[in-house]
């Protein structure tokens, strides 16, 4: 394999540096990144110890002092350069995503765009951070609102979209004049690198200080260390609604804001009234894409009576046609899972769903040979499965498809909000009165609800992210910003006199 994109990023084969950017630290331990395609070692990314972390923290407070009284247009300029280099890296990049993370080259190259896409958003956000003016109720008085940034922000992000996660964060937190501080997943601890290698150069370039982006490494640890540390106001966090329960406690005892985008059970209905052959492309790629690993992945179908046996023959069908392997290679559909634990997860499931009383249509496994050295690619499947079973309830973190039956409607949406997790949502149909109940409040109770498109791949322009245990924190597009500032309310009075509010008369 030619392994020169990783020269290309700075991310040398066998030393891939230092985690913070920062490079004066000496770390003494390692975390070792190795390819979920061949199961090789890429690059070892030295862990932050707590002591670098304290230097970290300290160098991101000193350049928010910078950062902070930059006019807003003039840090959009700043990620829109980050934006430029990250097209000329493009190919490189996405091939790194594909290789550490394990997902098919184009889903790599399709995360590098989202991050191109989130720089251009940022760039224009950068001159629309507005606020509201209020008419006052005493004379000549003005009242308006304004934005200011948190501070130092905690990015916490998971394997399964190394880059482009962090980037929805930075990017909207760096024009809203925030620092970062990355704490990459590390299991992807490469990708990181690579960004952070990337961003720093531009802010070197700009004569800034590099601590407006640091990044520190490790496992829980040092996620304690942040979601614990007062001196950041906000932590947003991206993973498992396990991780997300912690983190949410420890930032909310400290009065500190987060902002969670956990785990996600997502659905698609498919009425008698959709277009069968659309309903597969959207389906099949929901569930088997990223190999089942994005938090929108579908897992459940929810298919009426009438077409069920219909539709359940041609997902089989297109099962069958799956090609799993090396996703660097472009003939290949499914890439690898993460890692063996990820397969372990996946083995169990597939378990308990004989135990729960499933059946399974397309029958899963893990694949042995030769190209499948890893030991992590395993075969997408289909269950058949009471829509009340306990296992359907929980997310598998892995191409674990299930079939459930319904009959009208209003069953149909309560089986696809009767699940802990509120992330992603479908109908297919070409029934407007269907597709409106599906839209309205008595409808889906997801953060994202579609109309004939699958439950994954959502634009940066909308505001992404879901309720219940998905954590209610919204990233990316639409008015997210919000969310990287503290508001302000102002009241400037000109005139001579000081009139209370509520008519209160307070005479000296
Ligand atoms: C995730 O899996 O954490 O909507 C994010 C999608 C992608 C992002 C997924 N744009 O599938």
């Not at 690059?43 to 970290?56: I, K, L, M």
Request: hydrophobic content about 35%; glycine content about 10%; some cysteine.
């Amino acid at each position: 394999m030619d392994f020169s994109f990783l020269e290309k990023l700075g991310v040398n084969k066998t030393n891939a540096g230092t985690s913070t950017g920062l490079n004066a630290f000496n770390s003494k331990t390692h975390i070792s990144s190795y390819s979920p395609v061949e199961g090789a070692l890429i690059g070892r990314v030295s862990v932050t110890s707590e002591e670098e972390y304290q230097n970290v923290i300290k160098t991101a407070q000193a350049a928010f002092k910078t950062w902070k009284t930059m006019p807003a247009p003039k840090r959009g300029e700043i990620v829109r350069q980050y934006g430029e280099v990250l097209r000329e890296h493009k190919e490189a990049l996405g091939r790194l995503v594909s290789y550490e993370m394990g997902k098919s080259l184009q889903e790599g190259y399709g995360e590098v765009q989202e991050m191109i896409d989130i720089c251009d958003f940022a760039v224009g956000l950068s001159r629309q951070l507005y606020g509201l003016t209020m008419h006052s109720e005493r004379p000549k008085h003005r009242m308006y609102e304004q934005w200011h940034p948190y501070g130092v922000v905690g990015i916490i992000s998971a394997f399964n979209f190394p880059v482009a996660v962090w980037a929805w964060n930075a990017m909207i937190a760096l024009v809203c004049g925030d620092v970062c501080v990355w704490k990459p997943s590390e299991k992807t601890p490469l990708c990181a690198v690579a960004c952070q290698n990337i961003l720093s150069k531009v802010l070197k370039d700009n004569n800034l200080p590099e601590g407006v982006s640091c990044m520190v490494t490790g496992d829980y640890k040092i996620g304690e260390l942040l979601t614990q540390d007062t001196r950041i106001p906000l932590i947003s966090a991206t993973g498992s609604t396990r991780m997300g329960k912690i983190v949410g406690a420890t930032v909310a005892s400290r009065m500190g804001e987060s902002l969670l985008e956990l785990g996600g059970n997502n659905a698609i209905i498919i009425t008698q009234n959709a277009d069968l052959d659309s309903v597969l492309v959207g389906a099949v790629f929901g569930a088997v894409g990223t190999c089942g690993q994005r938090c929108t992945s579908t897992r459940r179908l929810i298919i009426h009576d009438s077409i069920y046996d219909n539709v359940k023959q041609r997902l089989v069908k297109a099962y069958n046609q799956i090609k799993i392997g090396n996703p660097l290679d472009e003939n290949n559909h499914v890439g690898p899972l993460i890692d063996k634990d990820a397969v372990a997860a996946y083995q169990n499931t597939i378990l308990e769903i004989e135990k729960q009383g499933g059946k399974m249509l397309v029958d899963g496994g893990v694949l042995k040979g030769d190209e499948y050295i890893s030991g992590c690619y395993v075969k997408p499947c289909i269950a058949e499965i009471s829509a009340e079973s306990n296992i359907v309830k929980q997310e598998t973190f892995a191409p674990i498809l299930y079939l459930l039956k319904y009959t009208d409607l209003e069953e149909a949406i309560y089986i696809q909000n009767n699940v802990p997790q509120g992330l992603s949502s479908a109908i297919m149909t070409n029934d407007l009165r269907e597709a409106e109940l599906f839209l309205s409040v008595e409808g889906s109770d997801c953060g994202i609800a579609n109309v004939n498109i699958g439950t994954s791949g959502a634009e940066i322009g909308g505001a992404f992210g879901g309720e219940k245990e998905t954590g209610g924190g919204r990233e990316s597009g639409s008015d997210s910003w919000r969310a990287y500032m503290r508001r302000q309310t102002n009241t400037i009075n000109y005139s001579k006199t000081v009139p209370l509010a509520q008519g209160i008369k307070f005479d000296l």
